[in-house]
């Protein structure tokens, strides 16, 4: 899930600044590009894996909604949504803390034991 601000600038080391409207997105670069294929009317399987909260909860309706099959996307109670805080200036520059969550948390052995 990214989490977005537009501020007047990148805050400098140690500077609080006031930011707009807070706005949430889906988003990860492989979950946008499997998006794209399925707009485009093609087949594409993400595998995946997320927290079971609400922000994972709405990333597994989101999938479906577009046209992704969700069975390869795996729920985790155990750990956070992967979620990343984007700052963007009014000159358009921007700096993003990625937090990995239940991304950081998959491997191929977890993954192959989950979906076999």
């Known amino acids: 899930m990214d989490l977005t601000v537009r501020t007047p600038h990148i805050p400098a080391k140690g500077e609080t600044i006031f930011g707009g409207e807070l706005m949430m997105s889906f988003g990860g670069k492989g979950a946008n590009q499997a998006v794209a294929v399925a707009r485009l009317g093609g087949e594409a399987t993400f595998i995946s894996k997320v927290g079971a909260d609400a922000n994972g909860k709405m990333m597994v309706e989101h999938f479906a909604e577009e046209g992704l ?48």
């Open 69 to 116: 099959c969700t069975d390869t996307v795996i729920q985790d109670p155990a750990v956070q949504s992967g979620s990343a805080w984007i700052c963007v200036g009014d000159d358009g520059d921007n700096s993003i803390i990625v937090m990995p969550g239940a991304n950081g948390t998959m491997t191929y052995h977890f993954t192959v034991e989950y979906l076999n």
